[in-house]
C-alpha cells in the first residue's frame, strides 16, 4: 500500500497540494490512469449532480422534465457511459464512469442485480480472452470496475432489503463503497445515527464493502484508513451552485434558509470521498480489483471449465495494430 496521505482533519488545500506517492501513479503520470467506477442508485439520490461534481464540469446534463403521462411507469434499468479526462497532482485520468439509470426504481427490482452481476462479469471476461490470447492487442482496454458508489436513500432507519441484496450479490466482484444520498435531507443527529444503523447492518449480515484496510503491510497508512472507515457511510452532498464571496468561488447548495458549503467537511464528506476516488486511494483500488477480485473470479472460472469452446479465438491471428482491433467499449449484458 502506498504511504500515508494527510490526516482526515486537514483541509482541502492540504489535500490538493499533498498526494499520496505511489509506483502505480508514478508509472500512470505520463501515459494516463485508466480508471472505471459504477454508480448505483435510486432516482432522485443525486447520481448526476455527484459526478458533475466530483468531475467539476458538466458532464451530464440536466435531465429534461418526465412526461406527467407515463411519470408513473418505471423506466428499465440502463447502462450509461461518460468518459471524462481528468488531470490530479500531475496525473492525467482517463476515467470511465458508469451510471446504472433506473436501478430500483421499479417494484420488482430482481433483474436489476442480475443485470449489475452479468455487466461486472462480463468486465472480467473480457481481460480473461485477452489474456489467452497468443497475440494480445496492445491497444486494449481495461473496463473491470475499479469502485462501485453505492447510494443509500437517506431513511434516517437502516438499510433495506434491495441495499443488503446489492452489496451481498456484488461484493465479491468489485469494490462497493456505500454512499448516504441526499444527506441533507437529515439532520446533524438523525445522520449520525443512521450511519450508525447503516454499520450496524453491514456488520450484522456481514455484507462485503470494501476494506480500506486490506493491505495492512504499512502500519501508518493502516491507521489512516481505521480513520478512514468510521466515516462510513460516506454523506454526500452535491453541488448546484458556486457563489463568489469574500473566500472567493465556493460550491454550494442553497435552500430558503441557507447554503451549504460541500467542501466544508464539517457539513458533509464530499471533499474525503473525491479525495479518495481521484487520489489517495485509487491505485488501493485497482490493486485491489486486480490482484484480488480478478484473480479470485478467474481462479473459479477457470475451475469450472472456462469458456465455451470457441470463445476468444476469432482475433487471435489479427494485427493488433489495426484500428479495428481495438475491442468495444464495455459490453452490455443482454
Known amino acids: 500500500m502506498a504511504p500515508s496521505a494527510p490526516s482526515i482533519t486537514s483541509t482541502m488545500s492540504a489535500r490538493a497540494t499533498t498526494p499520496r506517492p505511489s509506483s502505480y501513479r508514478c508509472k500512470s503520470e505520463k501515459r494516463g490512469m485508466i480508471y472505471n467506477i459504477m454508480l448505483v442508485g435510486q432516482s432522485g439520490l443525486g447520481r448526476r449532480t455527484f459526478l458533475n461534481t466530483l468531475c467539476e464540469r458538466e458532464v451530464i446534463p440536466s435531465a429534461e ?27 492525467r485520468i482517463s476515467l470511465s464512469v458508469i451510471d446504472a439509470a433506473g436501478f430500483g426504481d421499479g417494484l420488482d427490482n430482481t433483474s436489476c442485480f442480475k443485470q ?12 480473461l480472452v485477452e ?112 457563489l463568489d464571496n469574500e473566500y472567493g468561488l465556493v460550491r454550494v447548495r442553497r435552500y430558503p ?28 483500488l485497482i490493486n485491489y480489483t486486480e ?15 472456462g469458456f465455451a469452446e470457441g470463445e476468444g479465438d476469432d482475433e487471435d491471428a489479427e494485427d493488433d495494430d489495426d484500428d479495428d482491433n481495438v475491442p468495444q467499449s464495455a459490453r452490455k449484458p443482454e
Open 116 to 127: 449489475l452481476q452479468d455487466y461486472i462479469e462480463a468486465q472480467f471476461d473480457e481481460v
Open 131 to 242: 489474456e489467452s490470447r497468443i497475440k494480445r492487442n496492445r491497444r486494449y482496454r481495461d473496463h473491470r470496475l475499479h469502485a462501485l458508489i453505492y447510494f443509500i436513500a437517506p431513511t434516517g432507519h437502516s438499510l433495506r432489503e434491495l441495499d443488503i441484496e446489492l452489496i451481498r450479490r456484488l461484493g465479491e466482484y468489485v469494490n462497493i463503497i456505500p454512499a448516504i444520498g441526499r444527506a441533507d435531507s437529515l439532520t446533524v443527529e438523525e445522520l449520525q445515527t443512521f450511519k450508525q444503523n447503516v454499520m450496524r447492518d453491514i456488520d450484522f449480515y456481514k455484507l462485503p464493502i470494501y476494506n480500506f484496510c486490506w493491505d495492512e503491510s504499512d502500519s501508518e497508512a493502516l491507521k489512516e484508513n481505521r480513520d478512514i472507515m468510521d466515516f462510513l457511510p460516506f454523506s454526500v452532498v452535491t453541488c448546484d451552485e458556486v
Open 65 to 91: 422534465a418526465p412526461n406527467p403521462d407515463t411519470a408513473n411507469v418505471a423506466d428499465p434499468m440502463k447502462f450509461d457511459t461518460y468518459e471524462v479526462n481528468l488531470e490530479e497532482d500531475g496525473t
Open 291 to 305: 490482484e484480488v477480485l480478478y484473480e479470485n473470479y478467474r481462479t473459479k472460472k477457470l475451475e469450472v471449465g
Open 257 to 284: 434558509w441557507g447554503t451549504i458549503e460541500i467542501d466544508d467537511e464539517s457539513q458533509c464528506d464530499f471533499v474525503l470521498l473525491r479525495y479518495i476516488l481521484l487520489n489517495s486511494h485509487i491505485a488501493d
